[in-house]
Nanobody, 124 residues
Framework: QVQLVESGGGLVQAGGSLRLSCAAS????????MGWFRQAPGQEREFVAA????????YYADSVKGRFTISRDDFKNTVYLQMNSLKPEDTALYYC?????????????????WGQGTQVTVSS
């Protein structure tokens, strides 16, 4: 069982930065691939980024590549999403998720645990 709690969301102007954090409970955090997803009103939940259990591999949606960086600190049981050069279209509720084992890293249905989300709003 893994419990996830996101933080760090807020209101920022276009071009600004935010860093999201996701704190995980449980001693098996290091075994999980971790991902970030987002969902805007009226839209489906979409993949943003993921990081392997070892931290050695990262994956990004094309829409955020070069602007967002995912990282993890297994000593702190925390995964981060550094978001730079934010755009109004990045506005969404951002979720952290944990995946134990799956080939599909971008499908929401393949993740085992989810946080409650943190709101990111980017003004133009």
């Amino acid at each position: 069982q893994v419990q996830l709690v996101e933080s760090g969301g807020g209101l920022v102007q276009a071009g600004g930065s935010l860093r999201l954090s996701c704190a995980a409970s449980g001693r098996t955090f290091s075994r999980y691939r971790m991902g970030w997803f987002r969902q805007a009103p009226g839209q489906e939940r979409e993949f943003v980024a993921a990081i392997s259990s070892s931290g050695g591999r990262t994956y990004y949606a094309d829409s955020v590549k070069g602007r967002f960086t995912i990282s993890r600190d297994d000593f702190k049981n925390t995964v981060y999403l550094q978001m730079n050069s934010l755009k109004p279209e990045d506005t969404a509720l951002y979720y952290c998720a944990a995946q134990y084992s799956a080939y599909d890293i971008s499908g929401p249905g393949t993740y085992d645990y989810w946080g409650q989300g943190t709101q990111v709003t980017v003004s133009s």
